[in-house]
């Protein structure tokens, strides 16, 4: 299996501050890659960086070969994200939208595909609602719906379940493991340590811009088991990732 | 990795089309803002007939179509920008494979075209209300004119969005400064305020506006030193604060 992403070296500053210090990963080709860390560790800059919206200091991103930074456009028709706030045009309607973005990522997509699409998102019967109309959970739904429209090789998920109740999360992880058994990648940010265990097939741990721990969620409980950190940090005696996680970050609250 | 795996460029111009419609179908719901753009000028002309014997024709209707360009570049298209960005709209947009350029030049067309139906509309009404009597010759070039005064005000516009980023800033400080250009501009244009004060709007963005309105009334007055100046002026401001707009300008209120 080919790369689909690889990140190398990246750094980037926010003035005297270090927000992503020479994190580098690839991911592969039918992968769901998790990136794990508390608030401020540098996920959000990271994928940033992937999606070319910010520039790193130094550091190489490339998409399905294609350098985010020389051939942006390549790389961008390449990539299907999904940001972590709101970011359509409120007054359109959700068809709109979804014309919108097809437009914009070249899908010819006429109106029962766009029926299908938000059938498919459980949208269709909001579709002539405006989208500062819609719920919490109908705008990550529609967010998804527009970030799969042209169906990329590579989806970025920024904390994609956040508000979403038991059953949408659990219908979004069941989607994900769809596109990835279809070929297509996808990398997320998470909080949620079980959405972590559940859908990622590896997961890296990120703290002060570095990555601290890359590998699949139960070959990392099985790596820091024994770590007395993280023994500290376990509850009722079984290690969970998330004992993992506190383990290797710390247990201090992060702003 | 599947060659069709790999998506391809779509069509700069599909995507510019698309993205105008988007914006165009926006400005259409958020009308009530092109109501107000026009509802400036209108009361001015409309309170200045009595004018119309003192200052003539030309300088009425001229300088009632110039407060209303700062209506459009100042507060209508510094507010939506500001708050576009806030959303993550442009993040969103940015983060498809469309040149940046696009994005912008997008909102300007459609800013533009609200100018030009201001300047129809407020022509129309000088005609039905003040009896001032335009040919066609002198409608076409009033819109040139409001267009090319137009876009120095939006580049005024684009100016204060690339230096103050919070909405409700940017909202405060578009009033703050189009108070000032349009009344005091307005007033002290026709030496209400005194002679310094004459010189100084004269050679303000509003004065000079002025001056290619009154020229596009009076065509045979087009290539006349102080109109040929006035023009250079004009482009001028439009050419600067475009240019340090747009250098400046941060596409997420975040960073």
Known sequence: ?255 | MDKNFIKPIPSVTEAFRTLLRADFRVQWRQRRSLIMSIIVPVIFLISWKSLIPVIGAASVLSICMAVGLPAVGLMGYSLTIARDRERGIFQRLRAAPVPTWIIMSSRLIVQLSVIAIMALVTIAIAGWVDKISVSTLNIVLLLVASLIGGMSFLAIGQFIVAFIQGSEAVNSAARLIYFPIAIVGALGSIGLFGKTVENIVQWSPLGTTKVLLIAAMEPSTIFTQSVLVALAVTLGYGIVFAGIGIRYFKWTGKQ
Not at chain 1, 123 to 136: E, P, T, V
């Open chain 1, 1 to 255: 299996m080919s790369d689909i992403l690889e990140v190398s070296d990246l750094h980037i500053r926010y003035g005297d501050i270090v927000a992503v210090d020479g994190v580098s990963f690839s991911v592969k080709e039918g992968e769901i890659f998790g990136l794990l860390g508390p608030n401020g560790a540098g996920k959000t800059s990271t994928l940033s960086a992937i999606e070319g919206l910010l520039q790193p200091d130094s550091g190489k991103v490339e998409i399905v070969g294609f350098n985010i930074f020389t051939h942006p456009l390549h790389a961008r028709a390449n990539l299907g994200v999904q940001l972590q706030s709101t970011s359509f045009q409120q007054d359109l309607h959700i068809e709109e939208i979804l014309d919108l973005y097809a437009g914009l990522y070249g899908v010819p997509l006429n109106i029962p595909e766009a029926d299908a699409l938000l059938e498919s998102m459980h949208l269709l019967d909001h579709k002539n609602k405006r989208a500062s109309q819609l719920s919490g959970g109908q705008q990550q739904r529609l967010s998804l719906a527009v970030a799969t429209l042209h169906n990329p090789p590579l989806l970025l998920l920024d904390e994609p379940t956040t508000g979403l109740d038991p059953q949408s999360r659990r219908q979004l992880w069941e989607r994900m493991e769809h596109m990835r058994d279809s070929g297509r990648s996808i990398v997320l940010t998470t909080h949620s340590m079980e959405e972590a265990g559940a859908v990622c097939d590896r997961v890296a741990i990120i703290d002060h811009g570095k990555i601290i721990a890359t590998g699949n969620p139960q070959a990392l409980i099985e790596t820091y088991k024994t770590d007395k950190d993280v023994i500290a940090a376990s509850r009722r005696g079984q290690v969970t990732l998330e004992d993992v996680f506190i383990g290797l970050t710390g247990k201090e609250v992060r702003a």
